[in-house]
């Protein structure tokens, strides 16, 4: 039996990992209704590539791959593939990772968010990116509406649930919990998420 390393991430924080290809990781909502953003990076030199929310629904012609199909980098590269998906939750490719600015037009300053959380976790391991890609919003419910709004409604995903990846390329792995406490987005409130790496 393979053994796993289990990552714990607090509520409103951030974590990075690498894995190497072939490696799988699971991304569990431990208590349910919290949204994981994902962003994937792979590092050659001065040649990074990553996570393209744009790219991989461009090459599957979905707005979120299913199950046995692949997310896709900024150069069209096979980065991850979802392997298991157990939650009901559609999850999104559309929205950008919480930020300042969306706090502050909350009235919000100061606020924890995702896109400082993937900065730091990427200063950490010595990595620059030239943008700040879309994040993959794993258990995120927003769906486009009949009327074309979008909307983020409360996520319903359930406690334990997840999703099981699998990596195509070595790979530096940032996953959130997302920070948003003002809105349904998280069921009202902000919880951990834990990742465990076979």
């Known amino acids: 039996m393979s053994e796993q390393v289990k990552i714990d991430i607090p509520p ?19 208590e349910g209704q919290q949204v994981a953003d994902l962003w994937a990076i792979a590092t050659n030199g001065n040649e990074n590539d990553w996570l393209s929310t744009s790219q991989t629904r461009d090459i599957t012609e979905r707005l979120f791959p299913t199950v046995g199909e692949s997310f896709y980098s900024e150069k069209a590269k096979p980065f991850l593939t ?3 998906d157990n939650s009901p939750s559609p999850h999104d490719m559309l929205f950008p990772a919480c930020n300042p600015g969306l706090y502050e037009r909350a009235g919000l300053s100061n606020h924890p968010n995702c896109r400082d959380n993937l900065l730091l ?4 391991a010595d990595i620059a990116l030239p943008v700040v890609p879309d994040p993959v919003n794993f ?3 927003s769906e486009p509406q009949s009327d074309g709004r979008l909307e983020v409604l409360a996520s319903d995903n359930p406690p334990g649930g997840n999703v099981l990846l699998r990596a195509e390329t070595n790979l530096y792995v940032v996953v959130t919990a997302c920070s948003v406490d003002f809105h349904p987005t998280n069921g009202g409130r902000c919880t951990g998420i834990e990742i465990t790496v076979s």
């Not at 409103?12 to 431990?30: E, I, N």
């Open 121 to 124: 976790e990427l200063k950490k």
């Open 82 to 84: 979802l392997v298991q």
């Open 139 to 141: 258990f995120q419910r």
């Open 12 to 30: 409103q924080q951030g974590r990075g990992f690498w894995v190497t290809k072939g490696q799988t990781f699971r991304v569990v909502d431990t």
